[in-house]
């Protein structure tokens, strides 16, 4: 019995089918059927009723597989606490993912942590929206990540970071009659939630579609945190109309849990959970 025995193991139960599995694992599908055959035949077990398209435990298989979890959590604990033992330098590079809308104030720690001037790390930023920082995470692409998650995940640690208010804004001569003016919305593959009847305006950034709301050519929803000094101002001003309502979600901020973490992540990751 080995560990990637086991791996191949929780991978499909969790993905439900070889195939899914040996694509997760980035292994063909033939040795994961190999290395799950050793495995019985080494017990003389079926971990498997193989009857259905979606691989089912069988009552062994849920008893071994309960056991199994238990070995591998232990395994990754002990390959993460071995890793960070040996971390005795700062690391060369970090890499985060930010949804575009996170308010620069809470995250203001990562850029006094890391670019110092006597910093011997490279800080490498990235913006994505819409979960993608969930699966860079994943991938192991990007030690932290802070937006939106569609779910939880056992490999994911993770915590509420800040609750974002997207309001309906424009200038005054636009609110007075937004139906004439082109709502301004950030272009995603997702783009569905939240758009109002009439013409729209896709861009392909919120520093874009915040250019064309304060220029006059539309109107649209933006963040509350980064617009306060424009509505006291009067610069920019709500639009009042119970068709078009505010939107609301929630940012979290997350890592690997089996991802390694050097002194200067710790340092990150503390720095996250005290704001």
């Known amino acids: 019995m080995t ?3 086991l791996e191949m193991l929780e991978a499909v139960v969790l993905k439900g089918n070889y195939k899914a599995a040996a694509e997760y694992l ?7 059927s190999v290395g799950i055959k050793k495995l019985e035949d080494e017990f003389d077990l079926v971990l498997f009723d193989r009857s259905e398209y979606r691989s089912q435990l069988s009552d062994q298989g849920r008893i071994f597989f309960q056991w199994a979890q238990e070995c591998l959590e232990s395994f990754r604990n002990l390959n993460v606490i ?3 033992m040996g971390e005795l330098d700062f690391e060369s590079s970090i890499n985060i993912v930010l949804d575009p809308l996170v308010a620069f104030s809470r995250i203001k720690n990562i850029f006094e942590t890391c670019l110092g001037p006597k910093s011997p790390t490279e800080l490498k930023l990235r913006s994505e929206i819409l979960g993608r920082g969930m699966e860079l995470i994943l991938s192991r692409e990007a030690h932290f990540a802070i937006g939106t998650m569609n779910e ?4 994911i640690e993770s915590f509420l970071f800040q609750q974002i208010e997207m309001i309906p804004v424009g200038i005054k001569s636009v609110v007075e009659n937004y139906k004439n003016f082109p709502q301004v919305v950030v272009m995603s593959p997702e783009t ?3 758009l109002s009847k009439g013409p729209k305006c896709y861009v392909s950034d919120h520093g874009m ?3 064309l709301i304060l220029g006059g050519f539309g109107w ?3 963040g509350k945190h980064d617009i306060k000094a424009e509505l006291k101002s009067k610069k920019l001003m709500l639009v009042r109309d119970g068709l078009v309502k505010k939107v609301q979600f929630d940012l979290y901020a997350m890592k690997n849990k089996n991802l390694p973490m050097g002194p200067l992540a710790k340092k990150i990751w503390t720095g996250l959970k005290s704001r």
């Open 209 to 211: 579609k915040t250019k």
């Open 3 to 5: 560990y990637d025995q």
């Open 152 to 155: 939880a995940h056992p490999e």
């Open 192 to 194: 569905s939630g939240g």
């Open 82 to 84: 071995a890793h960070e």
């Open 26 to 32: 980035h292994k063909s599908q033939p040795s994961l």
């Open 220 to 222: 649209g929803r933006l």
